[in-house]
């Protein structure tokens, strides 16, 4: 008799997990993006308008403040991205000599990627 743990469920969980995921997060992006863009397209107009020389300053570091909030959001939607398929791509395997599982994932960025797809 074999001590084998069935993982099955595990996989089937942490796929529903994911798909629920990447739906919240994606539209949680998507409308953060809009919203932002909305926002400078605004604060841009209204600098315009704008004749004070103090008022059009603050205008102008909402705008990059904005800009540098897009750039961040973007950011973070990739980086959660990547990390949750160097965890978890149930269709490729990452060759690599180490065991330990931080020195695996830390190998990632040194050492190049073979995948051996499954079809």
Not at 42 to 64: C, G, S, Y
Request: glycine share 6%; charged share 10%.
């Amino acid at each position: 008799m074999k001590n084998e743990i069935n993982t099955a469920g595990l996989t089937k969980l942490q796929s529903g997990i994911d798909q629920i995921i990447n739906v919240v997060f994606g539209i949680f992006t998507g409308i953060t993006v809009v919203i932002v863009i909305a926002l400078l397209i605004w604060a841009m107009v209204k600098n315009q308008q704008e004749e004070d020389p103090m008022k059009r300053k603050q205008n102008t570091h909402k705008i990059l403040w904005g800009a540098a909030a897009l750039v961040l959001i973007v950011l973070a939607w990739g980086l959660t991205s990547f990390i949750r398929n160097a965890q978890g791509n149930a269709n490729a395997v990452i060759n690599s000599n180490s065991t330990s599982g931080a020195a695996s994932f830390l190998n990632i960025f040194t050492q190049p990627i073979y995948y051996n797809l499954k079809v």
